[in-house]
């Protein structure tokens, strides 16, 4: 199982990213997908989760803003993020797992991850 985290660059207050989570060894569609983020010092943060592309999940500092979706055809996540805040500036990590959790927004529950991708917002 592997994921392939991209689409992190730069990009303005007010702007709009969409990172790609591309997967092999699984398949999206029947797998719980997530994305957290981290910054330097502290702890990785939830961001969005969803099964089956259905139930998404948000944190509500995202709420509104950012979407979680997947294609499966091409087997792959990814996270609309529009609306773009400074704080938002971290490294994002997609993240897999089998089942559905309540506790979706725990990074510990996720056995796949992604490299990570940086995502940095400027005024």
């Known amino acids: 199982v592997q994921l392939q985290a991209s689409g992190g660059g730069w990009v303005q207050a007010g702007g709009s990213l969409t990172l790609s989570c591309a997967a092999s060894g699984f398949t999206v569609s029947t797998y719980a997908m997530a994305w957290f983020r981290q910054t330097p010092g502290k702890e990785r943060e939830f961001v969005a989760a969803?099964?089956?592309?259905?139930?998404?999940r948000y944190a509500d500092s995202v709420k509104g803003r950012f979407v979680i979706s997947r294609d499966n055809g091409k087997n792959t996540a990814y996270l609309q993020m529009h609306s773009l805040r400074e704080e938002d500036t971290a490294t994002y990590y997609c993240a897999a797992r089998s089942r559905w959790t309540v506790e979706y927004h725990r990074d510990v529950w996720y056995g796949y991850w992604g490299q990570g991708t940086q995502v940095t917002v400027s005024s």
């Open positions: 969803a099964i089956s592309g259905r139930y998404p």
